[in-house]
């Protein structure tokens, strides 16, 4: 399946601002549970999140211990944090329509920061 950018940023809104340790049924509202599950293994694969998560091949939880956003996970979260450029983030992601992999990701959501800043310089 590939990554629903719109629950990889609902799944990092609810780790960022929640300051206590998730399990699996605390992303339970977010959606459709397949998606969140399949979000959760892509963020602790690319380094993201600092915890346990472990589905078994059927898609049951094993483990699921998510304490925080690791360094990495901070920094990107700071990327798409703004609802604007999380918007321009996501449409453009869409719109490609390829799985992109997280390297290639954060340079895309790098360059969508920078130009959305730099859109704010005014001419002279």
Excluded: W
């Excluded at 549970?33 to 602790?44: A, H, M, N, Q, T």
């Excluded at 329509?97 to 360059?111: A, M, R, T």
Aim: aromatic residues 8%; contains cysteine.
């Amino acid at each position: 399946m590939s990554r629903n950018y719109g629950v990889m940023c609902n799944v990092l809104d609810r780790i960022a601002k929640t300051r206590r340790h998730l399990e699996y049924d605390d992303f339970a509202n977010i959606q459709q549970r397949d998606r969140v599950r399949d979000e959760l293994k892509r963020l602790s694969a690319d380094g993201l999140i600092d915890g346990a998560v472990e589905f078994g091949a059927d898609g049951v939880c094993l483990v699921c211990a998510v304490k925080g956003l690791t360094d990495e996970g901070k920094a990107f979260y700071r990327l798409v944090e703004n609802a604007r450029v999380r918007e321009l983030a996501i449409s453009t992601l869409r719109e490609a329509d390829i799985d992109v992999p997280y390297p290639l990701l954060k340079e895309v959501c790098e360059e969508i920061v920078k130009r959305y800043v730099t859109s704010f310089i005014p001419k002279i």
